[in-house]
């Protein structure tokens, strides 16, 4: 073909640690992802049968398409579908799929999505507006193609194991239907430290950078790519020097990576003894592997709605006890907390749609739940029937005062009894709550008498706090996690909690932090909970610390007027005591400056 | 070998329909066809829709037919005539 493209760096934020040579794997929103596998040579011929099989079945949906069209509209609006009829057939389309699966030995769909993506980077390039987007032709081919090929796709393949998946955003439903097991890393062109993408790359463990800004469109799924999240960028095309590099590299980063896998279990204590516990948060089963692989001391925040949204609705009371069973099994010992249901009516589909103009305002989290009770009683049996043979906790999401709770207590009592009066089993569990909105921060005492232990989600604290909708690029600028209105939202809910004597957990992407977690620890935390493979992470840091220093800085940061005044202080402070862990790269929030 | 030039003149250029009418017919005749843009080096094996369509041919484009083969002279003046036809389109709205 031509000359190699050349070699193009861009600059993201890393957000999931960790390097990986791999190939693209373009994603765009709403489509299933092609995976790539090696065909055997003595298989290829069978192959291309398959391609052509694929490919004659989709003429025939078009000619069907075509002649519904022809009736409806006549003669002249049905060329289009000629036009794709024609793609379907054209010779040097059909022989450069074939060639490609040959020479690659690769599966058909993989041929077509390399051979498709080629294509439309040509169509790119075109100047003439109406022409360029007439892409959507062949694009609409491509997905033909590949759903007719889906059609007859035996499952006994081994996937290739390179893929890094390219994305302009990937949206929590897509993130929900991926294949993570099988993507090596994964690099987007939105998203920040807490975006959804973001907090599964770190949970599953595999590396991501996102906020690449306009990458997506450069890449062609095949292209060779590194994923470099230390040092935030991504390289497109890497030249051979680079290459070199980087394998050297990854050989004594993977074993790096194992060394830190291989952790002790249990709490951890700072160098002058104060004790603090690791829990796991998860939300994908590909996560599961992780609480015990990583030493946690159990679940400390499971997020149920994946239930949901992997489903695209709601799921029955008899899968969702299996589902909290098996959650059970996972933590041990230790226990789980399950949240209830945290989301608006956005979610579930259009029966509880009412189109809400404000929907992070509106009716979701314990308010949605308790707006239709039916749900949340039924979510609650399971988990109450779960708790039977496990250690189960409830925590409500977004409670914003004693009200809540008491409602929500209330419907829990209630369906212990009943199923008590029906003589199934079942278990008692503690119920606490999510400290994340404002007046929650402010009437924290109040609350902290109404349950068992409190649970802080540092990213809604952040969001509702300073009022900045965390996914909203524009007002990016104001999302400041060392803001001292946070630090003073968690500071007086800790307090809240000594006072009343409970347990509290902080559970945000906060507690999954180095250099957050060291001003926790300085806030007098002593339970966190993070995605399972920043635990190794933390521990190092906490093993590393002291909190009478911490508290220190801590006191010093909670009278700051800024968060630009904090993260100076931060870094100051943090370097000046504790040099062998933090210098002014690894310190991820204050990368701006 | 017979060589020729046209003018895009719908409004649209020579998208994925026009460029249909346009491979259907030139696929009927054995003779070998191609499309070269006057401005450009691009060439395009007018039996291949893909080829056609990366011609980019917008409004104004001025294209060299060149047919060479045994019914040369039949393939050509269709050629001629669905240009001269404006490709059978009507200068509405598009629709698709």
Same mark, same amino acid.
């Given at each position: 073909?031509?000359?190699?493209?050349?070699?193009?760096?861009?600059?993201?934020? #890393?957000?999931?640690?960790?390097?990986?040579?791999?190939?693209?794997?373009?994603?765009?929103?709403?489509?299933?992802?092609?995976?790539?596998?090696?065909?055997?040579?003595?298989?290829?011929?069978?192959?291309?049968?398959?391609?052509?099989?694929?490919?004659?079945?989709?003429?025939?949906?078009?000619?069907?398409?075509?002649?519904?069209?022809?009736?409806?509209?006549?003669?002249?609006?049905?060329?289009?579908?000629?036009?794709?009829?024609?793609?379907?057939?054209?010779?040097?389309?059909?022989?450069?799929?074939?060639?490609?699966?040959?020479?690659?030995?690769?599966?058909?769909?993989?041929?077509?999505?390399?051979?498709?993506?080629?294509?439309?980077?040509?169509?790119?390039?075109?100047?003439?507006?109406?022409?360029?987007?007439?892409?959507?032709?062949?694009?609409?081919?491509?997905?033909?193609?590949?759903?007719?090929?889906?059609?007859?796709?035996? /499952?006994?393949?081994?996937?290739?194991?390179?893929?890094?998946?390219?994305?302009?955003?990937?949206?929590?439903?897509?993130?929900?239907?991926?294949?993570?097991?099988?993507?090596?890393?994964?690099?987007?062109?939105?998203?920040?430290?807490?975006?959804?993408?973001?907090?599964?790359?770190?949970?599953?463990?595999?590396?991501?950078?996102?906020?690449?800004?306009?990458?997506?469109?450069?890449?062609?799924?095949?292209?060779?790519?590194?994923?470099?999240?230390?040092?935030?960028?991504?390289? =497109?095309?890497?030249?051979?020097?680079?290459?070199?590099?980087?394998?050297?590299?990854?050989?004594?980063?993977?074993?790096?990576?194992?060394?830190? /896998?291989?952790?002790?279990?249990?709490?951890?204590? %700072?160098?002058?003894?104060?004790?603090?516990?690791?829990?796991?948060?998860?939300? *994908?089963?590909?996560?599961?592997?992780?609480?015990?692989?990583?030493?946690?001391?159990? *679940?400390?925040?499971?997020?149920?709605?994946?239930?949901?949204?992997?489903?695209?609705?709601?799921?029955?009371?008899?899968?969702?006890?299996?589902?909290?069973?098996?959650?059970?099994? *996972?933590?041990?010992?230790?226990?789980?907390?399950?949240?209830?249901?945290?989301?608006?009516?956005?979610?579930?589909?259009?029966?509880?749609?009412?189109?809400?103009?404000?929907?992070?305002?509106?009716?979701?989290?314990?308010?949605?739940?308790?707006?239709?009770?039916?749900?949340?009683? #039924?979510?609650?049996?399971?988990?109450?029937?779960? #708790?039977?043979?496990?250690?189960?906790?409830?925590?409500?999401?977004?409670?914003?005062?004693?009200?809540?709770?008491?409602?929500?207590?209330?419907?829990?009592?209630?369906?212990?009894?009943? =199923?008590?009066?029906?003589?199934?089993?079942?278990?008692?569990?503690?119920?606490?709550?999510?400290?994340?909105?404002?007046?929650?921060?402010?009437?924290?005492?109040?609350?902290?008498?109404?349950?068992?232990?409190?649970?802080?989600?540092?990213?809604?604290?952040?969001?509702?706090?300073?009022?900045?909708?965390?996914?909203?690029?524009?007002?990016?600028?104001?999302?400041?996690?060392?803001?001292?209105?946070?630090?003073?939202?968690?500071? =007086?809910?800790?307090?809240?909690?000594?006072?009343?004597?409970?347990?509290?957990?902080?559970?945000?992407?906060?507690?999954?932090?180095?250099?957050?977690?060291?001003?926790?620890?300085?806030?007098?935390? %002593?339970?966190?909970?993070?995605?399972?493979?920043?635990?190794?992470?933390?521990?190092?840091?906490?093993?590393?610390?002291?909190?009478?220093?911490?508290?220190?800085?801590?006191?010093?940061?909670?009278?700051?007027?800024?968060?630009?005044?904090?993260?100076?202080?931060?870094?100051?402070?943090?370097?000046?005591?504790?040099?062998?862990?933090?210098?002014?790269?690894?310190?991820?929030?204050?990368?701006?400056? | 070998?017979?060589?020729?030039?046209?003018?895009?003149?719908?409004?649209?250029?020579?998208?994925?329909?026009?460029?249909?009418?346009?491979?259907?017919?030139?696929?009927?005749?054995?003779?070998?066809?191609?499309?070269?843009?006057?401005?450009?080096?691009?060439?395009?094996?007018?039996?291949?829709?893909?080829?056609?369509?990366?011609?980019?041919?917008?409004?104004?484009?001025?294209?060299?037919?060149?047919?060479?083969?045994?019914?040369?002279?039949?393939?050509?003046?269709?050629?001629?005539?669905?240009?001269?036809?404006?490709?059978?389109?009507?200068?509405?709205?598009?629709?698709?």
């Amino acid at each position: 073909m031509t000359q190699l493209p050349e070699e193009i760096r861009c600059q993201g934020l #890393g957000v999931s640690e960790g390097i990986v040579i791999g190939q693209v794997l373009r994603m765009h929103d709403g489509t299933d992802p092609v995976y790539r596998w090696k065909i055997g040579r003595d298989k290829l011929e069978e192959e291309l049968q398959r391609f052509r099989t694929a490919a004659q079945g989709a003429s025939r949906q078009v000619l069907l398409l075509k002649e519904k069209a022809e009736q409806r509209f006549g003669k002249d609006h049905a060329y289009i579908f000629d036009a794709h009829l024609l793609l379907l057939e054209d010779k040097k389309l059909v022989s450069d799929i074939e060639n490609y699966i040959t020479t690659a030995q690769v599966n058909a769909e993989w041929a077509v999505k390399v051979v498709g993506d080629r294509l439309l980077y040509l169509y790119s390039q075109i100047k003439d507006e109406y022409l360029r987007e007439r892409s959507a032709d062949v694009d609409d081919v491509m997905q033909r193609l590949l759903i007719a090929l889906s059609g007859g796709v035996p /499952q006994d393949r081994s996937l290739s194991e390179d893929a890094v998946i390219v994305a302009q955003d990937l949206l929590p439903s897509a993130v929900a239907n991926l294949d993570l097991e099988h993507a090596r890393a994964l690099a987007t062109d939105s998203g920040g430290w807490t975006s959804h993408t973001a907090i599964l790359a770190r949970g599953v463990g595999i590396p991501a950078v996102v906020g690449l800004r306009d990458f997506f469109r450069l890449t062609r799924t095949g292209d060779r790519i590194i994923v470099d999240s230390s040092r935030n960028q991504v390289i =497109l095309h890497p030249s051979s020097d680079t290459l070199e590099q980087y394998a050297a590299e990854t050989a004594t980063y993977s074993n790096r990576r194992l060394a830190s /896998q291989t952790s002790e279990t249990g709490p951890v204590r %700072t160098t002058d003894g104060v004790e603090l516990t690791l829990r796991a948060n998860v939300e *994908v089963p590909s996560e599961f592997e992780g609480v015990e692989k990583y030493g946690a001391s159990g *679940v400390g925040l499971y997020r149920s709605e994946f239930l949901l949204s992997r489903r695209g609705g709601l799921v029955s009371e008899a899968e969702q006890v299996e589902a909290y069973q098996k959650i059970a099994r *996972v933590a041990g010992a230790e226990g789980a907390v399950i949240r209830l249901f945290d989301l608006g009516g956005d979610n579930l589909g259009e029966q509880f749609q009412d189109g809400e103009k404000n929907p992070a305002l509106g009716l979701r989290a314990i308010r949605f739940v308790l707006a239709n009770e039916e749900i949340m009683r #039924g979510q609650v049996r399971a988990i109450l029937r779960a #708790g039977a043979d496990g250690n189960l906790k409830i925590v409500l999401p977004m409670v914003a005062d004693p009200s809540d709770v008491k409602r929500a207590r209330k419907i829990i009592d209630e369906e212990a009894a009943k =199923l008590k009066a029906a003589g199934e089993p079942f278990g008692v569990v503690s119920v606490g709550a999510m400290i994340e909105v404002p007046s929650a921060v402010v009437l924290a005492d109040n609350i902290a008498r109404a349950v068992d232990f409190f649970e802080l989600g540092t990213n809604d604290l952040v969001q509702y706090t300073l009022a900045v909708d965390r996914g909203n690029d524009e007002v990016a600028g104001w999302f400041r996690t060392l803001h001292p209105a946070v630090l003073r939202s968690i500071n =007086l809910s800790l307090q809240a909690a000594t006072r009343a004597g409970i347990p509290a957990i902080v559970c945000g992407e906060m507690a999954s932090t180095p250099a957050y977690v060291a001003l926790l620890v300085g806030l007098g935390a %002593t339970q966190l909970s993070m995605t399972p493979s920043s635990i190794p992470r933390v521990r190092q840091t906490i093993a590393a610390i002291d909190s009478k220093n911490a508290k220190q800085i801590a006191a010093e940061c909670l009278a700051c007027d800024t968060a630009d005044d904090v993260e100076e202080l931060v870094r100051r402070r943090f370097i000046q005591y504790w040099p062998a862990l933090f210098n002014s790269s690894n310190l991820p929030a204050f990368r701006e400056n | 070998m017979i060589e020729r030039t046209f003018t895009i003149t719908g409004r649209l250029g020579l998208h994925a329909r026009a460029a249909a009418k346009l491979v259907r017919l030139t696929s009927e005749f054995q003779s070998d066809i191609s499309l070269r843009r006057l401005d450009g080096s691009l060439t395009a094996d007018a039996k291949s829709i893909l080829s056609v369509l990366m011609l980019a041919a917008s409004r104004g484009t001025e294209l060299q037919a060149c047919v060479e083969g045994v019914d040369e002279e039949l393939a050509m003046n269709a050629i001629a005539e669905l240009f001269a036809d404006g490709f059978g389109e009507f200068e509405a709205e598009p629709s698709l």
